[in-house]
């Protein structure tokens, strides 16, 4: 043990001085591991909502987004296409949505909030493939109907509710997802009314 004077501020600022670093290297282990609990970017952007800007669709257009890494099919619908809806009940499978494949909100004749809006996951039911709309033609697919969707896989067809018709693979209608209308130019995917 050695005889020379003990300083005493010195050993308080070397023992705060390695607490300090002690604590700074906790805060820097801690926080990337904590950090590391929390869903990575790419899976938040997985199952975040999709905004859709439906303000300048056209009567008869489909926009496609991607929700969830499934697109999505929007569609204005035309008011003939809205009240052409309820003459072909008889030809499809499920005409009045009672297997839940859309929110409670969607169980309507429009599947749908808003009736001239079409929202729904463009994959068919059947296997998974994409089908393709067809706007002026489709009654090459099924008589007396101009507009719907066919399923180029295997033959599936919908109508523009995405409701499936008699006589084919598909065992269901199309999946409607959640979705609301924050305001009259933007459609949310991904979010039901009053979630936002």
């Given amino acids: 043990m050695s005889n020379a004077p003990v300083n005493n501020g010195r050993r ?3 023992t705060a001085a390695t607490s300090v670093v002690g604590g700074v290297g906790v805060v820097g282990v801690a926080v990337p591991f904590i950090g590391s609990w929390n869903p990575s970017a790419r899976a938040k952007a997985a199952g ?8 300048k669709i ?3 257009q489909l926009v496609r987004a991607e929700w969830r890494g499934k697109p999505v099919y929007v569609v204005r619908r035309s008011e003939k296409t809205v009240s052409d809806l309820a003459k072909h009940d008889g030809q499809l499978k499920d005409p009045k949505s009672e297997v839940a494949q859309q929110p409670e909100y969607a169980t309507n004749a429009f599947r749908s909030i808003k009736p001239e ?5 463009g994959v068919c039911t059947h296997l998974g493939c994409a089908p393709t709309y067809h706007k002026d033609d489709f009654d090459q697919f099924v008589e007396g ?3 719907g969707f066919f399923c180029p896989c295997h033959g599936s067809k919908f109508d523009m509710a995405g409701r499936v018709f008699q006589s084919v693979p598909a065992p269901s209608n199309l999946m409607v997802p959640e979705h609301s209308f924050p305001s009259d130019d933007t459609l949310l995917v991904g979010v039901g009314p009053g979630e936002a």
């Fill in 58 to 60: 056209q009567p008869g």
């Fill in 48 to 55: 975040a909502p999709v905004e859709v800007n439906v303000g």
């Fill in 117 to 121: 809006f079409l929202v729904a996951l």
């Fill in 12 to 14: 308080r600022f070397l």
């Fill in 145 to 147: 109907v101009s507009e």
